[in-house]
């Protein structure tokens, strides 16, 4: 061994093949190898709420024979859904040489708003694909989320249960807030602790904002290595108490172009969106509803869902 490296090349060699492979390691670590950091735990106090409205609402069904289980059975179509928490419909149109989809969802209560992690764990490289989180939640309806996992920073709250509490870097920091009554507001997360995000029930971390206080703020000047480019796109917006809109556009083919980021929220102001929300788009953009992926996922390669570390989903479980 001492006579190999007696010659200063081959030490450059020893040192370039440490270098190479402490290289790779890094990029295996942060985007492959997966790291399950804690489960998923949910508030307890939700938790709580909820075991007591399920056993207030037997002891009514008890107390009430006459009650037929056709009132609480939920009415589906190909394009809409409602049961007495939930009403969802879906449209398909055409905009900017592009297919968008929106729902329109309005909801009883904030609970039925709720995010879920793959794997069930909260984690770097732990991913699934929408449709198999949705379907594991008993979803009705899904999105893909703000794909955390990607990132070492960003806040991340679900649920109620705060997993992150690292703010991403000043200028590109926005954050969205969802509290425990479903209202929506934006935050920077330099400005905000994370910790002091009490009575909130999500955070999301990817952005930017689209629409603030009833107004676009976003232009074709603004963030243009975003804006101007035209792809697939997944947001979310409020029109006001526990009424939603949510838009996921196809992109990156020759039926579809995609969206920029003033298109979308030109989308969400036109149906009276009071905060909307860009999240993750391009191959993760997935809209899914009752068992079916509504739009078609692609990343400019292959025309297949793409797996991510998380989503936000409308179910009753």
């Not at 295996?28 to 106090?45: H, M």
């Not at 036109?270 to 391009?282: Q, W």
């Amino acid at each position: 061994m001492k006579k190999f490296l007696a010659k200063p090349y081959r030490w450059a060699a020893v040192l370039a093949f440490l270098l190479t492979f402490s290289f790779v390691f890094v990029l295996l670590d942060t985007f492959v190898i997966p790291k399950n950091v804690t489960e998923v735990k949910q508030r307890e106090a939700a938790e709580a709420a909820e075991q007591q409205n399920t056993a207030s609402e037997q002891q009514s069904a008890a107390e009430d024979p006459t009650e037929s289980g056709s009132e609480t059975k939920a009415a589906v179509t190909d394009h809409s859904y409602q049961d007495k928490n939930i009403k969802i419909t879906i449209d398909a149109v055409q905009a900017y040489d592009t297919t968008i989809y929106v729902a329109d969802i309005q909801l009883s209560d904030a609970s039925y708003l709720k995010t879920a992690l793959a794997e069930n764990s909260f984690g770097r490289n732990l991913k699934e694909t929408t449709s198999d989180m949705a379907e594991e939640h008993q979803a009705v309806f899904a999105i893909n989320g703000d794909y955390y996992g990607f990132r070492n920073n960003g806040y991340v709250l679900r649920n109620g249960v705060l997993y992150r509490d690292t703010a991403r870097e000043a200028g590109k920091d926005e954050a969205l807030v969802i509290d425990d009554v479903g209202n929506f507001s934006i935050i920077n997360e330099n400005a905000v602790c994370a910790d002091s995000l009490t009575n909130t029930w999500q955070v999301l971390s990817f952005g930017p904002a689209l629409i603030e206080n009833g107004k676009i703020v976003v232009d074709s000047t603004s963030e243009v290595s975003q804006s101007k480019n035209s792809n697939p796109r997944t947001a979310i917006g409020q029109v006001s108490g526990l009424h939603y809109i949510v838009i996921v556009s196809d992109g990156r083919t020759e039926e579809s172009a995609g969206l920029s980021l003033l298109e979308l929220a030109q989308e969400f102001a036109e149906r009276g969106c009071t905060v909307a929300y860009n999240l993750d788009g391009g191959g993760s953009s997935t809209m899914y509803f009752n068992g079916e992926i509504v739009n078609h996922p692609t990343d400019g390669r292959s025309s297949q869902q793409r797996e991510v570390s998380d989503i936000v989903y409308i179910g009753n479980e």
